[in-house]
């Protein structure tokens, strides 16, 4: 008959192993729980930045607008000689066109103009 000591020291032994085991199985767990997380961190951040970019106002863009008369600026800079296609020179008409009327006194006339 096996002492009682010799029992509880094999039942000792046998508790051991199996911690072992079961910290060997966590320990995989743990890497496969840290390579499953970081792709997921990813998606947060990049869901998280996608929210932000559409939460912040759209820049609404100008519609087309005429200068006075019923001209289109593009129409005015080239026979200017301002290279009616670039937009930078048509920018510049139209606001010389808006400005005209203000500089002027009186909308009909250009300032400069000899007209009377």
Known sequence: MPSALGLLEAKESAGREAVER??????????LLDEAERPLERLVIA???????????????????????????????APLG???VVPAKIEGVRSR????????????????????
């Open 82 to 84: 301002l290279g009616g």
């Open 47 to 77: 869901r998280e930045a996608v929210v932000e970019v559409l939460a912040e106002p759209v820049a609404r863009v100008a519609p087309r607008r005429r200068c006075r008369g019923g001209m289109r600026a593009k129409d005015l800079a």
């Open 97 to 116: 066109a808006d400005a005209w009327p203000a500089r002027s006194g009186s909308p009909g006339t250009i300032p400069g103009s000899s007209a009377s």
């Open 22 to 31: 079961a910290r060997e199985g966590a320990a995989r767990v743990a890497a």
